[in-house]
């Protein structure tokens, strides 16, 4: 749904409306609230704990979005936003 970048334009995330994990709002979410989404899910995202067993999985996952996060630069401000 995210994408192989996180950007929300995987092939069903593009139909969804799926946030980019790059974004500004999803990287200000803390480590263990993203751990909490994949565990229990949230709005348009499904829980996955049922399907990601081991909590250290789910771990990876959280640290699997940060490296895409410090890969990919904050998209600009939209203009008269905050800077």
Known sequence: CHGPAGAGDGPVGRRMGALPLTSARARAYTDGYIYSIIRYGRGLMPRYGDKIYDPLDRW??????RKLQAQTPLPPSPAGGPK
Do not use: K, S
């Open 60 to 65: 990876a996952i959280v640290d699997h979005v």
